[in-house]
């Protein structure tokens, strides 16, 4: 079965300042890949998802970008924090085909202050 | 884009008591996803769901998908502390579609 390995587990950023959160997978071959973002009283909400390398799809406009550079790597950066990005990161997978539930990784609790 | 609607957005029960928990969606699904959450910590799969009438149960966890497939309950018989935590659903409107998540039932359990 699939692993995901997700870090930092916390994360204390300036306003202003870059953001690189990456994500891998283990155990699987060409999943789509996810990143989700929970905030208080918003659920968790979709960012961006990948269905292949390069291949980024992005749910809502915002200040964060998503890169694959790898089949089983899944990156989130910023160039800028705000402090609206703070929130709970999560990245999950499902294995390639869509009907598949999603595996997620245990978080990354990002802070902006 | 669709909506998950969530109820009751927190739970506070006396540990061995019954529960339910919903989900409603304005449209029909493809697959019903359930999933629970552990305060600060990824999301754990319980069950899916695709089928209209379909149940499903694991331990004393039953999860059901109406005739529609609009609407789905999460129904936990004799509650323990370790059922605490947040429950969410997700779903797919056509098998090509993302998950979207509803914003999930805090349940705290009392001993």
């Known amino acids: 079965s699939q692993t995901i390995h997700q870090w930092p587990a916390t994360l204390v950023q300036p306003v202003g300042s870059p953001l690189s959160l990456e994500c891998t997978v283990e155990g699987t071959s060409n999943p789509n890949l996810y990143w989700y973002r929970q905030a208080a009283g918003r659920g968790l909400q979709l960012l961006f998802y990948s269905v292949g390398i390069g291949q980024i799809s992005s749910e809502v406009p915002q200040n964060l970008s998503a890169s694959r550079p790898q089949d089983r790597q899944f990156i989130l950066s910023s160039k800028k924090l705000l402090l609206s990005d703070s929130g709970f990161y999560l990245c999950?997978?499902?294995?390639?085909?869509?009907?598949?539930?999603?595996?997620f990784g245990s978080g990354t609790q990002l802070s902006v202050l | 884009s669709q909506e998950l609607e969530q109820s009751p957005q927190s739970l506070i029960v006396q540990e061995g008591k019954n529960l339910t928990i919903n989900c409603t969606s304005s449209?029909?699904?493809?697959?019903l996803y359930w999933y629970k959450q552990k305060y600060g910590e990824g999301l754990i799969f319980l069950m899916m769901?695709?089928?209209?009438?379909e149940e499903k149960s694991h331990e004393k966890i039953t999860a059901k998908l109406d005739e529609k497939k609009q609407q789905s309950s999460l129904h936990i018989t004799a509650s323990q502390p370790s059922h605490a935590g947040i429950y969410l659903c997700?779903?797919?409107?056509?098998?090509?579609?993302?998950?979207?998540f509803g914003k999930g039932t805090r349940l705290h359990i009392l001993p």
């Open positions: 769901l695709q089928k209209g009438g």
């Open positions: 449209k029909t699904l493809y697959g």
């Open positions: 997700g779903a797919r409107r056509n098998r090509d579609d993302k998950i979207i």
């Open positions: 999950a997978c499902s294995p390639s085909g869509y009907n598949e539930k999603l595996f």
